[in-house]
């Protein structure tokens, strides 16, 4: 039996820890949809089609990932695309409260929907795409944490900032 799984985020910009999310994923499901969040009250860094390319640059390779875009609702999502699984990446414990109240509110609006919390490696358990930003606008060392394509976009995003 075909299992797909949804891995949705903002992904602004997308990390290593994300990416090591997405392998560990592709390991235990059939398809995995890494599904970019365009939400519109956030001002996100990226453009929804900036992070959709630069997430397929560092996928290429992965014969079972599939990359698509959505903005509203997860489940809303999930039922359009026939999908049940979730997975989200759980950092450290003071992820697991917060991440419990989506997994429950998701399943009271999508009862067919289940979560499945996949820890990083070690080296990325601090990681965030926030923390990413914030040391890249300060001008700190930002280039072990993302890819160097995606290193390169947001040294490009912070210098047309800086203009």
Known sequence: MKRVAVYPGSFDPVTNGHLDIIRRACGIFSEVVV????????????????????IRANLKGLKNVRVDSFSGLLVDYMKKNNISVAIRGLRAV??????????????SLYNKMETV???????YVYLSSSMV???ASFGGKFTAFIPRNVARALARKN???AV
């Open 133 to 135: 930003r914030e040391v």
């Open 94 to 107: 003071s992820d697991l409260e917060y991440e419990f109240q989506i997994a429950h509110t998701n399943r």
């Open 159 to 161: 210098r047309e900032k």
């Open 117 to 123: 919390f996949l820890m990083p490696s070690d080296k």
């Open 35 to 54: 599904a970019v969040l365009h939400n519109r009250t956030k001002k996100a860094l990226f453009s929804p089609d900036e992070r959709l390319e630069l």
